[in-house]
C-alpha cells in the first residue's frame, strides 16, 4: 500500500470500464460473437466478466490459452462486433456525472487512463458527454495491446506533467488499476460497483476502498 493523503491530491486519474461506465454488456456480446466465430464453446455470460477490465490481450492469453498469432486475430474478430455494435452497449454508472461535475468545481484535474483503446475511449465519453471533465483521455494505441495498465498510467502522468506523485491518486474497480498505480508509486482506491470484488481489491493492495462515486474524494 502506498500512503494516500487526500489533502495533497490535484490530479485524479480514473479507469473507464467499470469505473465510469458499466461496459460490461458490450464486451461480452463481443466476446461471445469472437467465440461463436472461432468455434470455442462452454462460455457463458457470467463467465466472461472476467474479461472486463483487464488488457484484453492478457485475458485472451490466460483465459483461453492462446498463443500470439491466435491472440491477434482473436482481438481482430472481436473488433469487428465491438467497433460496429458493442462500443455503445453500454451506460454511465449512477452518480458518477454528478462526482465529476464536484470535483471539478472543486479545482481537481481529472483524466482517464484506460487499457482500452483510446479511439474508442474518446467516442464513448462524448456519447455520453462525459468528456468536458478531463484534461486527456489516455488509452492503448489502436492494434497495440502490448502496452500494459501501468504504462498507460505512466503516459497519463507524462500527459499531464505530474512531478509530484503525491498529488495524484487512480481510481479503478480491479486488480490492474491497483497494481498499475503501485508501480508508478502512487495510491489506488478501488471502487466496489464495478467489476472486481471487494477480495480482489484487498488483495491487491487498494490504499482505499468505496462503494459509490460520491465517496470517490468526500
Sequence with gaps: MITLDKSKIKYILYDLDGTLTDSARGIVNSLKYCLNELGIAGWDDQALLKFVGPPLRESFGVYLGMDEAGVDNAIKIYRTYY???????????????????????????????????????????EKFELSEYFKDICGIPLGDESMTKAQVIAESMERLGISDKSQVVMIGDRDYDIKGAHSNGIPCIGVTYGYGSREELESAGADEIVDSPAFIIP
Design 83 to 125: 467497433a460496429d455494435k458493442g462500443i455503445f452497449e453500454n451506460s454511465v454508472y449512477d452518480g458518477i456525472p454528478e462526482a465529476l461535475e464536484r470535483l471539478r468545481q472543486a479545482g481537481y484535474i481529472q483524466a482517464v487512463a484506460t487499457s482500452k483503446p483510446e479511439v474508442y475511449a474518446k467516442k464513448i465519453l
